[in-house]
């Protein structure tokens, strides 16, 4: 029987389906149980102190104290996010906010600097602009792709570099093996956002990144049901972000845990298939006439084309075009959409489609979205399950 949840897999398909889980469980079932409880208890005092000495002194990843400190469901289910992304340790929390959040307010200080690229997810940016300057920490955006500026912008007090390993809805795609260079050489904590790609398509781990975060509301789960993050890093970092979710509150609850744990078993084949999809169903947009450029890292015409085909298995689920024409000419090819459905969001089985400049976007002004290249008349599109064909199917009629 498999027993060890620390134990190594080869491939990340067979991580995605064994990692962190212990047999015999309560029961006798395959699946992990959902334990609802608020305190553990102890079968002795000698128990108790045992469980507490293991915790403080020998590094004991397994809580049992108070569900705030953590929960065996969700503790299972962090093991199998950490033996996927190659990292000695992972934390479940309630939304990927909250680990993006968590990950900001565990390692800045008053005084501290944190460099952001450009392009990247916009609540992240809230957090650091609208929260953490509240609380003294300076924030410095670089445009993505520059790492003669991301340097620059590396000064003493400078703790932290933020970036997405694929980004949103221009699919930039981030130089790990430099963004982890420049830590390095400078000091500083690296955090990647790879929500976007997933280890099956990259791990930044291995390129000698610090912390992973994940919205694990999006291909984790896989099926656009549930809100929770992921945060994979080194013990010693582990160790204080659970010290913070323990004090201010944050970790994932249990059903949320059971519901991530079953998608995260399908997730290596979602994401081949979401792959696939999504390189041919951009490769056809390229060719059609109504449409003026597409951003896909498979596609040659990509800026990081290069980068992505020495980096990536994968380019992953999401891309978006620029149609001819405004945004009414967009919306009128989305209104005549019968398989793709309106909507933000992405990583799930149905595919989505939006325009965002009037979702993400929707509070900038039209010259910020075009600085940050959103044209008005962009749409992103995130593809589901479905067949490649029936999309290109529905693409067709839609455009007309
Ligand atoms: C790249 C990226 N990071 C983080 C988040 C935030 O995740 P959540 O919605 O789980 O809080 C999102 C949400 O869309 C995202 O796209």
Request: charged content about 20%.
């Amino acid at each position: 029987m498999p027993t060890n949840p620390t134990r190594q897999f080869q491939s990340p398909h067979t991580a995605a389906v064994h990692a962190g889980t212990t047999f015999p469980k309560t029961g006798h079932g395959i699946s992990e149980p959902i334990v609802h409880t608020a305190p553990f208890t102890y079968t002795d005092t000698a128990d108790l102190r045992n469980v507490m000495t293991h915790r403080v002194q020998k590094k004991q990843i397994d809580r049992r104290g108070y569900a705030r400190q953590g929960n065996p469901t969700v503790l299972s289910v962090a093991d199998r996010i950490a033996a996927l992304e190659g990292s000695e340790a992972a934390v479940l929390t309630q939304s990927g906010m909250k680990a993006i959040s968590a990950v900001m307010l565990t390692f800045l200080s008053a005084g501290d600097r944190l460099v952001l690229t450009s392009n990247l997810y916009r609540h992240t940016y809230n957090v650091a602009q609208k929260l953490l300057e509240k609380f003294g920490v300076e924030t410095v955006i670089v445009p993505f792709g520059d790492y003669d500026a991301l340097e620059a912008a590396i000064t003493p007090n400078t703790k932290m570099l933020f970036s997405e390993a694929l980004t949103n809805p221009n699919v930039r795609v981030l130089d790990l093996e430099k963004f982890a260079a420049l830590g390095q050489k400078h000091q500083v904590l690296t955090v990647v956002d790879a929500t976007l790609a997933t280890p099956l398509n990259v791990r930044p781990i291995a390129y000698g990144i610090d912390i992973v975060v994940h919205s694990a509301s999006k291909y984790f789960s896989g099926h656009n049901d549930i809100l929770a993050g992921a945060i994979a890093c080194r013990y010693e970092l582990w160790q204080p972000l659970m010290d913070l979710l323990n004090w201010t509150g944050g970790l994932l609850d249990p059903n949320s845990a059971f519901l991530l744990a079953r998608g995260l078993k399908t997730l290596a084949v979602r994401v081949q298939h979401q792959n696939e999809t999504c390189r041919q169903l951009a490769q056809w947009l390229e060719d059609h006439p109504r449409v003026t450029k597409v951003w896909h890292p498979d596609l040659e015409s990509h800026p990081e084309h290069d980068l992505a085909q020495r980096t990536l298995s994968g380019c992953g689920g999401l891309f978006s075009f620029e149609l001819e024409g405004d945004l009414a000419d967009g919306e009128a090819v989305l209104d005549k959409m019968q398989l793709a459905i309106i909507g933000p969001s992405l990583g799930g089985a149905e595919c989505l489609v939006s325009h965002p400049s009037v979702t993400t976007w929707w509070d900038k002004t039209a010259a910020e979205r075009a600085a940050a290249g959103i044209k008005d008349n962009l749409i992103r599109v995130s593809v589901g399950l479905e067949s490649v064909e029936d999309l290109i199917a529905d693409f067709a009629q839609a455009l007309g």
